[in-house]
């Protein structure tokens, strides 16, 4: 019993505006992997994902920063276009 309220509570928590579900982890891990190679197609450090803001089918705020220091921090929003996620250049901050 306690398992099924769990679930439930969990369902709850993990719905999208739109009341469609959106697989938020997944979501994350896409993310960071267009960040890891776009980073090394650069020949950079990857930022890693520090927390998620609001996320959607098509838009996701991710806030992101370069290993431990709190100072490279910035919130960036992420589109996607298809089957891949994008940093939406428009949307940027630093």
Known sequence: MRN???ALLV???ATSPTGKHVNIPATRHTIQDAIADDAASRHERARTIHS????T????????QLGA???T????VWVKTG????PNPTSTAN
């Open 4 to 6: 099924i309220f769990f």
């Open 83 to 86: 089957a891949r996620w994008a």
């Open 73 to 76: 921090r910035r919130e960036e």
């Open 69 to 71: 220091d709190a100072a």
């Open 52 to 55: 998620m803001g609001e996320v």
């Open 11 to 13: 369902s709850a928590c």
């Open 57 to 64: 089918e098509t838009r996701a705020v991710v806030y992101t």
